[in-house]
């Protein structure tokens, strides 16, 4: 059996934040009555239960919160990806997301590590939000 890649499912709810990954931007919501941002997507504010959310690009940068390093393919699927640099990264605006860490060796992966976006496609040709290191030295 030949195993293909699991696509993230964009509903209408999310679907502003996959058109931004189209466009090479990061999309948050943020709450017009309280400020908060918000991640994942939602129909109303966590914090308020306000309604009001309006989607707006952030430039994505971030501190690495918490990683794990999947030396096991964490699904068949996955095989060729190993090892595998887990991550929760807290961006700048205080959200949390999920995603992996790119073009960093391992050992040099530490718990409040700057990150930056790194947009690229899947097998599919999807646009996935990534993260590599935020080197001021570097030119993006």
């Not at 990264?89 to 073009?103: A, I, M, P, Q």
């Not at 935020?134 to 993006?140: E, G, K, Y």
Request: aromatic share 8%.
């Amino acid at each position: 059996m030949a195993w293909t890649l699991p696509l993230a499912v964009a509903t209408p709810t999310s679907q502003p934040f996959w058109d931004g990954l189209e466009k090479g931007e990061v999309r948050l919501q943020q709450c017009q009555d309280c400020h908060q941002w918000v991640f994942y997507p939602r129909t109303h504010c966590p914090r308020c239960l306000s309604e009001a959310l309006q989607w707006n690009c952030v430039d994505g940068r971030g501190s690495l919160h918490s990683f794990t390093l999947a030396r096991v393919p964490t699904a068949p699927h996955f095989a060729d990806q190993v090892p595998q640099i887990l991550a929760i990264v807290e961006l700048d605006e205080g959200v949390h997301l999920t995603s992996t860490l790119r073009e960093v060796d391992p050992a040099q992966v530490s718990i409040g590590m700057r990150l930056r976006p790194c947009i690229e496609p899947n097998a599919e040709g999807l646009p996935l939000l990534r993260f590599v290191p935020d080197d001021p030295c570097s030119t993006q």
